[in-house]
């Protein structure tokens, strides 16, 4: 069983460059989010989609656009990268979006904008 | 709006000793959830326990235990005698229902050295 996989695992990116994130689950839930974390700031969220075919912005959305297609994926853009989206990003999905699920979270990408 | 407090950034600590990480909450919503998630040095992100807030009773696994109290809106999450394994990032997080669902708000997280 995989959970919840991303790729790529680590990348390094020139500034101004269009990158995607990509996030496939195998275990049909509906909520999924994309966390970033930071040293000092813990995780915060950046989008979240409660079901297929709707998504919402977290704390931390400016430079950031999702979709969500289908169940199963949840793909994170950034369209011009710039040095302050240097971060670890966590793709995360809970059953259901109902506050007492907990979330699976994926491996990371390590992102590093030069 | 919601807050997480983890104060203590790192800890560290000789192997048996036990450990104590803060964490302190605000919240307006009266039905919430409270979850500690365990970060190795690997990175992945494992999650270790979810408290609704109805529920103030401690809970204890194994070496692990936490005391829950709404009078002081804290989570406490204590290691008896740690281990080396231990080592790791522990973050604790909060969700509520009437506005976030299950969209976690992360402490800053704690750093959690246990040396032989």
């Known amino acids: 069983i995989a959970g919840i996989t991303q790729a790529p695992t680590s990348q390094i990116l020139a500034a101004g460059r269009r990158m995607t994130l990509r996030c496939t689950q195998d275990?049909?839930?509906?909520?999924m989010y994309w966390y970033r974390q930071d040293l000092g700031l813990g995780l915060r969220l950046i989008h979240y989609?409660?079901?297929?075919?709707?998504?919402g912005k977290g704390e931390v959305p400016d430079g950031y656009s999702v979709s969500r297609a289908n169940t199963d994926d949840f793909p994170l853009t950034l369209a011009s990268a710039v040095p302050s989206q240097t971060s670890v990003y966590f793709c995360a999905s809970s059953d259901s979006p109902g506050s007492r699920t907990e979330a699976f979270f994926g491996q990371g990408t390590r992102l590093t904008v030069v | 709006a919601q807050k997480v407090t983890q104060a203590q950034t790192e800890i560290s600590v000789v192997e048996k000793e036990d450990v104590t990480l803060d964490c302190v909450y605000e919240?307006?919503?009266?039905?919430?959830?409270l979850f500690w998630y365990k970060q190795p040095p690997s990175g992945e992100l494992v999650f270790l326990i979810r408290?609704?807030?109805?529920?103030?009773q401690n809970e204890i696994s194994g070496r692990y235990s936490w005391n829950f109290q709404k009078s002081t809106s804290s989570f406490n999450f204590t290691i008896t005698a740690s281990q080396v394994v231990d080592s790791a990032v522990y973050f604790c997080a909060l969700s509520e229902r009437r506005t976030s669902g299950s969209r976690l708000t992360f402490g800053e997280g704690t750093q959690l050295t246990v040396n032989p």
């Open positions: 989609s409660n079901t297929a075919g709707t998504t």
């Open positions: 275990m049909r839930h509906n909520a």
């Open positions: 408290r609704n807030s109805f529920d103030e």
């Open positions: 919240t307006r919503d009266t039905t919430y959830y």
